[in-house]
């Protein structure tokens, strides 16, 4: 086999629903040379006997315990041949034409360190929406990240920026801070305006299983980088303040909403008997 020109890192734990859709449209990528890495993180017996059935679909398969999505996308790309890196979780999928396009994006301009696209979120049931990523400089994901996860990078800088951070207190977060460290010294992420990606949210998704721990994760951002967020210190505090009106709001929609008035008004006459007996 010769050298491939991109490496898709598929990293699987549990995602036994899924992986017969993502190989079989992995596989249907267009005119680019290409090998697959399935890293399994660590999955049960039943998810790791459906991955076995499409073994002849997978160029490579690596097993390790369960380490989080940044750790197995760093053990697939260490082992990757590609001169560039494609990212593509099992839940997910991208249209035929992604890795032509965005290859052809990056080779034209060194300028560009990262390549993702418009997207479509959806449950795969009922709801769906399109986003797009703003993209852009550093400037651009100092407070959030303007890019998918699954996305389109060079091996090499992976390399130069030490890959992503395997700290547990960051799972979920990976993603938004290696974009940060790979365009801290200059570039841009490339945003292709095609709806070329779409991301399913569920319960078992990543995103799903992080609500609650989000700020905690975000503080972790700020310290580890805090230089970077000191000589911007002015519009951290704006986008801190933002955030909490934004908080203060969507606390005040729920006390006014019709359903918060009618259980407060069902347990009052509950509140007053508790009330007679302390």
């Given at each position: 086999m010769n050298r491939p020109?991109?490496?898709?890192?598929?990293?699987?734990?549990?995602?036994?629903?899924?992986?017969?859709?993502?190989?079989?449209?992995?596989?249907q990528q267009i005119n680019v040379d290409f090998e697959i890495i399935v890293v399994d993180?660590?999955?049960d017996k039943r998810n790791k006997e459906k991955l076995s059935n499409y073994l002849d679909q997978i160029d490579l398969l690596l097993t390790q315990e369960n380490k989080g999505q940044g750790a197995a996308r760093n053990?697939?790309?260490?082992?990757?041949?590609?001169?560039f890196i494609l990212n593509w979780d099992a839940d997910d999928y991208f249209e035929s034409d992604f890795c032509k396009k965005a290859i052809q994006v990056i080779k034209n301009d060194n300028n560009v360190k990262l390549v993702t696209s418009i997207?479509?979120?959806?449950?795969?049931?009922n709801y769906s929406e399109r986003i797009i990523p703003a993209g852009g400089t550093l400037n651009n994901f100092l407070f959030d990240n303007q890019a998918f996860g699954s996305a389109l990078f060079r091996k090499l800088d992976w390399r130069t920026v030490d890959g992503y951070d395997e700290t547990q207190e960051l799972r979920g977060f990976e993603d938004w801070e290696f974009y940060i460290r790979l365009l801290k010294e200059g570039g841009i992420a490339y945003v292709l305006h095609e709806c070329l990606f779409t991301y399913f949210r569920h319960s078992e998704s990543t995103t799903?299983?992080?609500?609650?721990?989000?700020?905690?994760?975000?503080?972790?951002?700020?310290?580890?980088?805090q230089e970077l967020y000191k000589s911007n210190f002015s519009s951290l505090m704006e986008?801190?303040?933002?955030?909490?009106?934004?908080?203060?709001?969507?606390?005040?929609?729920i006390i006014e909403g019709i359903d918060f008035r009618v259980g407060r008004f069902i347990l009052k006459p509950i509140r007053l008997i508790k009330s007679l007996f302390n």
């Open positions: 020109e991109l490496s898709i890192i598929i990293p699987y734990f549990n995602s036994g629903s899924f992986i017969e859709r993502t190989l079989k449209l992995a596989r993180d660590g999955s053990t697939g790309i260490a082992k990757a041949k590609g001169e997207g479509n979120r959806t449950d795969g049931k799903s299983k992080i609500k609650d721990t989000r700020y905690n994760k975000r503080l972790y951002i700020y310290k580890k980088h986008d801190t303040f933002k955030r909490l009106e934004g908080e203060r709001k969507s606390r005040s929609k």
